[in-house]
């Protein structure tokens, strides 16, 4: 069990970093778009904003860079050994929630 709590818990730091990969490219295509254009974009008719998708964008980064960090605790708490017992409770985390959120650090009752 072990060994597929680390190999779920790798699975979703990759898909993070490729979500990174895929913001950070937006993000450089949004600089590209944004060179020689005048910083007042708010009423631009064709649609939302550069500064509303710059904005939404870092969220999005600020959002994955957050989970990155709890994916990384998570395989610090496996190694330890300390992995599937809720912090709030002591009591073990369901392995079902282990699998939709291999970060989980509580169990589904004190998640609530």
């Known amino acids: 069990m072990e060994h597929a709590r680390a190999e779920r818990i ?3 730091r990759r898909d993070v970093l490729a979500q990174l990969a895929d913001i950070e490219r937006d993000l ?3 600089r590209h778009l ?3 254009l005048s910083d007042d974009d708010e009423h631009d008719p064709d649609g939302v904003s550069l ?6 964008l870092e969220g999005l980064k600020r959002a994955q860079l957050d989970a ?3 994916i990384d605790e998570a395989a ?3 190694e330890r050994g300390e992995d599937a017992l809720c912090s709030v409770c002591g009591r073990p985390i369901g392995l079902e929630r282990l699998e939709a959120r291999p970060q989980a650090t509580t169990c589904i009752d004190c998640a609530r």
């Open 51 to 56: 500064s509303s998708e710059w904005s939404r």
């Open 68 to 70: 990155l960090v709890a």
């Open 34 to 36: 944004r060179e020689g």
């Open 76 to 78: 610090a708490r496996l």
């Open 28 to 30: 450089v295509e949004l």
């Open 10 to 12: 790798a699975e979703r």
